[in-house]
Nanobody, 127 residues
């Protein structure tokens, strides 16, 4: 069982930056792939970024490539999402999720691959 808790959301102007953090419980954190998803009002939840358990593989949706960076610290059981050059379209509730089986490429988009989810943190980007 893994519990994940997100933090770091808030209100920022377009062009600004935010750093989201996700703290996970459990002694086997490094064996889990970790992903970030988001859900905007009235829209379905969508994949944002993924990092493999050892940090050696990262994957992003096209619209955030070059602006967002996912990272993890297995010693601290944390995963982060650095978000730069934020746009109003990035406004959403952001969720952290843990995957026992991991994923590769487009498979990371599938939320059914993730076993544990946090409650989410709100990110609002004003224009």
């Amino acid at each position: 069982q893994v519990q994940v808790v997100e933090s770091g959301g808030g209100l920022v102007q377009a062009g600004g930056s935010l750093r989201l953090s996700c703290a996970a419980s459990g002694r086997t954190f490094s064996s889990y792939g970790m992903g970030w998803f988001r859900q905007a009002p009235g829209k379905v939840r969508e994949f944002v970024a993924y990092i493999r358990g050892d940090g050696g593989f990262k994957y992003y949706r096209d619209s955030v490539k070059g602006r967002f960076t996912i990272s993890r610290d297995n010693a601290k059981n944390t995963v982060s999402l650095q978000m730069n050059s934020l746009e109003p379209e990035d406004t959403a509730v952001y969720y952290c999720a843990a995957s026992r089986g991991g994923c590769n490429g487009l498979g990371c988009y599938s939320d059914w691959r993730y076993d544990y989810w946090g409650q989410g943190t709100q990110v609002t980007v004003s224009s």
